[in-house]
């Protein structure tokens, strides 16, 4: 146990829910449903082109540079127009399917269970994220994990988007915590490092994909179970 630290907060999305695998099993029953495979690209077209697009509209809207209803309108027709689908041809409601179907998806990164059992008790756990107050609850409680946390801080909730200082703070405010006995935990960089490191925080890389990079940063970990070395 680290006695500098009372309150962790956790990034969701790639650091805990594990958005690769749910939106690939997503992506897939998308692909079936709408009968895609009657146009030329294959389900792993689908998928790539999927990947690309959403972290190109996650990377705007992270700078705020869209809104939520902008990601989630544009996101299929983008995909589906850079796959050759007439804009006619594209269903009005595949925005809404994907979001029906994918925050449903259980998978989480492994060690999520064990480390949040082992966390739980010894410190106050938390969320901070990005994404959006509808479908960030159905994940937490599709993937089980809801009952670790005390407090959802998310856009929505809070108003601001990582790497803001003030996402940061309102979560503070909420959770009854100060900078020096918080730890950040997050996948990314530019929101969950860099926000951190912004509002004085000590934080943890989690660097799943063996990033290389120069910043300074608290305490960097490659997969999960390697919190306890830390906690
Ligand atoms: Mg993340």
């Known amino acids: 146990m680290n006695g500098k630290y009372k309150h962790i907060f956790f990034d969701l999305d790639h650091t805990l829910w594990d958005f690769e695998k749910n939106t690939a099993e997503a992506i897939e029953e998308i692909y079936a449903m709408f009968n895609f495979e009657q146009w030329t690209f294959t389900l792993q077209d689908f998928m790539e082109y999927f990947r690309e697009v959403n972290i190109y509209l996650w990377d705007k809207f992270n700078h705020g540079l869209i809104d939520r209803d902008e990601l989630r309108d544009t996101r299929f027709n983008i995909i589906l127009q850079k ?38 008790g010894k410190y106050h756990l938390h969320i901070i994220s990005n994404g959006f107050d509808d479908v960030q609850h159905i994940k937490l409680r599709s993937s089980n994990i809801h009952h670790y946390f005390e407090k959802i801080i998310t856009s929505d909730s809070s108003g601001y988007r990582k790497p803001h200082k003030g996402i940061f703070e309102f979560a503070m405010k909420e959770a009854g915590a100060n900078p020096d006995n918080t730890l950040m935990i997050g996948d990314n960089i530019e929101t969950d490092i860099i926000g951190a490191q912004n509002t004085g925080i000590d934080h943890i890389f989690f660097n799943y994909g063996d990033t290389v990079h120069d910043l300074d940063i608290t305490f960097e970990i490659h997969c999960l179970s390697e919190l306890r070395n830390i906690l």
């Open 83 to 120: 796959l050759g689908v007439p804009e006619k041809a594209i269903p009005d409601n595949i925005g809404e399917k994907y979001l029906e179907i994918a925050p449903v998806k259980p998978h989480v990164i492994p060690h999520t269970h064990e480390i949040l059992g082992y966390l739980k």
